[in-house]
């Protein structure tokens, strides 16, 4: 994408968004374009501003973060949404993933991890935070009643889309993958949506989960500015 990532700051602590905002307004990349207290302020907000992502508290008085992600998803396709709690429960992250979410990071995440976070998710990424990676994986090698394991292969991807899985579970953007294979982003959407289907998938942070799932990277191994350029 081109400009800034436009984002919207949700919690339900007025102390907690304008410490934030001050955190997240000096950062190259990021502008943001507004503040809500609650779920529902937040779709009002977006009713009115274009946002690109919604840092959203998930648990608030009234309309919760989970409730709230699903809604923006649905009602606004194009803006993505990254949850930012101090809780790891497994039924959380269970639901935000469920909602829609493009990331999940806990709320002691450093400044600058935050802010590469946004401008990632912004630019077609996914985030996740990596001391609750394992959580994901239990909760997709787990029964749960909502739940259905992947049930794709990865032998049914052609060898463009195995490459563009690899780079997506290790944390590159549509444009990194552009500019590392020399293909445009629109083709690059394309082979994620195909990867997503072919592996019957709901969502592009799965395919991380899966990634770790199948052993094919471990959470340790993170995408570096500088490894695309070689």
């Given at each position: 994408m081109d400009g800034d990532v436009r984002v919207l700051v949700v919690d339900d602590q007025e102390l907690l968004r304008a410490g934030l905002r001050l955190v997240l307004e000096p950062r190259p990349g990021l502008t943001v374009v507004g503040e809500a207290g609650t779920g529902e302020e937040a779709l009002d907000l977006l009713e009115a501003e274009r946002v690109d992502v919604v840092l959203m508290d998930v648990r608030m008085p009234g309309m919760g973060g989970i409730e709230a992600t699903r809604q923006v998803r649905a009602r606004f396709p194009h803006t993505k949404v990254l949850l930012l709690t101090t809780f790891d429960e497994d039924r959380l992250i269970q639901e935000g993933l469920l909602a829609g979410a493009d990331g999940y990071l806990l709320k002691d995440v450093p400044p600058d991890d935050l802010a590469r976070a946004l401008v990632n998710i912004?630019?077609?990424?996914?985030?996740i935070d990596p001391r609750i990676a394992k959580r994901f994986l239990d909760l997709f090698r787990t029964d749960l009643p909502d739940v259905a394991p992947p049930s794709g292969r990865l032998e049914e991807l052609t060898a463009r889309e195995r490459e563009i899985f690899m780079l997506v579970a290790a944390g590159c953007t549509n444009a990194d993958i552009s500019h590392r294979?020399?293909?445009s982003a629109v083709t690059v959407r394309t082979h994620?949506?195909?990867i997503v289907a072919k592996l019957a998938l709901r969502s592009r942070p799965q395919i991380i989960v899966y990634a770790y799932?199948?052993?094919v990277i471990q959470p340790s191994q993170r995408f570096d500015e500088e490894?695309?350029?070689?």
């Open positions: 912004g630019r077609g990424a996914a985030a294979l020399g293909i994620v949506d195909n799932e199948q052993g490894s695309a350029k070689e």
